[in-house]
């Protein structure tokens, strides 16, 4: 489990990070999500112990990422797949690692054939490795010492569609054997497939967390008349305020017998009254931190608001 309380990060004057609070639970896949600048990264490698936090703590399972004894065996980490070794074949920068980590000699052919990269690509030095090939190989090596948890930082950067496929069925297994996900992606379609709870960032602050299921329910009803305007004011005699959709319906945030009834009273025929769809994540993550929002602090399975997040050379996607 990884666990982050109050965790903030100043650089001088500039607060990147700023009482951040959350939990990846056992068993779940965890989408943590801001556009660049938010503040993911830093937090990413301050749960990692490369980054000193300013104030609060981050810790895995109790304890924090430089008090775990051998950590590599309890958390497995792609904060950056080009971070390897070019001169180096995939198979040595795994069997260097495996000796570090103290792993069976066996178990590098094992991440090697999980991942893909058997044979000839084993063989192939990092230098000559395609993006994907890279990102391949980070997993392998997040993979190698058999963690309970593994922290990712856009791992499906570069893969091809199968690939992106591939790594949403390994995560999701991981996950339903009892490992802990942090998973960091700007593909929101991706981690909206795999994710079981959502944590997004914005300016430096959580703005929203919760279950995915929660977070992503639609909210309100759609509804068609046969005369629009004498709908629309129908139901703003009765107090419903009304949102005017593009095909002409009407999006409101009241229950279907308060519409049904207003409809009735002004005698107007409802040809649609139904529950409005959800955005997906998409939508949810746009809401939150388009540059409309406002900061509405941290909210659980709910809609929250953010302010515009700036951009920061420090801060990766």
């Known amino acids: 489990m990884i666990t982050v309380e109050h965790v903030t990060k100043r650089y001088g004057a500039v607060t990147a990070v700023d009482d951040v609070s959350f939990v990846c639970r056992p068993g779940t896949v965890t989408g943590f999500l801001g556009p660049n600048g938010a503040g993911k990264s830093t937090t990413m490698r ?9 104030a609060g703590s981050a810790t895995i399972d109790g304890v924090a990422y430089r008090d775990l004894p051998n950590p590599g065996r309890h958390v497995g980490v792609l904060l950056d797949a080009s971070a390897q070794h070019a001169g180096r074949t995939g198979r040595e920068v795994l069997a260097v690692s495996g000796q570090l980590l103290g792993v069976p000699r066996s178990r590098v052919d094992d991440v090697l054939e999980l ?4 044979g000839a690509a084993a063989k192939r030095r990092v230098g ?6 890279r990102q391949r190989l980070g997993i392998a090596h997040a993979l190698l010492g058999d963690p309970s948890v593994l922290i990712l930082d856009e791992p499906a950067n570069g893969l091809d569609p199968e690939g992106i496929y591939w790594m949403r069925s390994l995560l999701r297994d991981f996950a339903d054997r009892g490992g802990t996900v942090m998973l960091s992606s700007h593909l929101l379609r991706e981690v909206e497939a795999v994710a079981d709870h959502v944590v997004v960032i914005g300016n430096g602050q959580v703005v929203a967390d919760g279950d995915k299921d929660e977070l992503l329910a639609p909210g309100g009803l759609v509804v068609r008349a046969l005369e629009p305007p004498a709908l629309e004011r129908a139901l703003a005699d009765a107090g419903v305020a009304v949102r005017e959709t593009q095909d002409g319906s009407f999006t409101v945030d009241a229950d279907a017998e308060t519409v049904g009834r207003a409809a009735a009273a002004a005698g107007v025929v409802l040809l649609e009254l139904r529950p409005a769809d959800s955005a997906g994540l998409e939508g949810l993550f746009l809401s939150l931190t388009s540059a409309g929002a406002t900061s509405a602090g ?6 929250a608001s953010a302010t515009a997040p700036t951009e920061d050379k420090g801060e990766a996607a």
């Open 115 to 118: 991942v893909g990269l058997t």
């Open 298 to 303: 941290a909210t659980s399975a709910g809609a």
């Open 46 to 54: 301050m749960i990692c112990g490369l980054t000193p936090p300013s």
């Open 128 to 133: 000559n490795y395609s993006l994907g090939m």
